[in-house]
């Protein structure tokens, strides 16, 4: 995966994590590399779903069209072209009433929930989310040089992103699929949600929200939730208790001006990613659960 991939996501209705549902499925694909099959698949499962499709199948479509991308995150925000399908379309006769929360998987094994309305939504008024499809005949170009790996052989792209103010963690690419699960992030991670006497308005619950939505992915908290690339932003000590705010806005702004390392994957937030006020509000999610540490 991409290093701005390895950070986090949006706020509307998703957060990263990884569920457990219709495991088996997808670890058979996580475990085959990018590339590695000459007719990949792509997955979508949940409780008593599995629907599979061949990129030979989904080269077939009828639906199939060709979006370019001005700015691609996947690749330094150069202007791309790929053949792609709606990703509505692979939806298709699925039925999603049971399902509240939804994520993608990767052929790495990265994973984090997405906005079901958000990647399903077929309004013009709105980005519509595609699914590009990488020909075994004509490779994307590889994502780091002296590397081989590309951004298939599956990527979610978005047309007309800036509508729905699309963040670049919404471009999952090296996709294995979607897993549907019937259970609430708050049920799946209960360690990581305020205490109740927070109000739904307070700027703890915003920051709450925030934190799911943007680090989540990377990050455990109170040891819930499987991020192996960061540590653990609650144990054994809060950012709150080691950082100034401004040390902690320096981090997310540009991780680089605090922490010079070579091998570091987490991006840099601009203010139109995550504004001040928003780290005010993360900030405050912290200060609060540094008073409700869960050490199992």
Known sequence: MSIFISSCLFFVGASFVVFNSSKKNFDNLIRQPSGDSRDPQ???????????????????????????????????????????????????????????????????????AISMTRILNQDSHGSVAYLAIEAEAKKWPTLKLGKTETAGPFYLIWDNPEKSKIMTEEWPYQLAGFELNNQSLDTLFPHAVPAESISANDSIRRGHSLFMTNCFVCHAFNGDGIGKIGPDLNIPYSPTEYFQFKHFSTLVRDPQNLRKWDQARMPGFSSSALSDDDLKSIWSYFAHMSTKKFRQ
Do not use: H, W
């Open 42 to 112: 792509f997955t979508i499962s949940g409780p008593g779903l599995t629907k599979i499709f061949s990129r030979s199948e989904l080269m077939k479509s009828k639906a199939l069209r060709s979006i370019t991308v001005k700015n691609d995150p996947a690749y330094g925000n150069k202007q791309m072209t790929y053949i792609a399908i709606p990703l509505s379309e692979i939806f298709e006769g699925v039925s999603l009433d049971a399902f509240p929360t939804m994520s993608f998987k990767c052929l790495d094994g990265f994973s984090g």
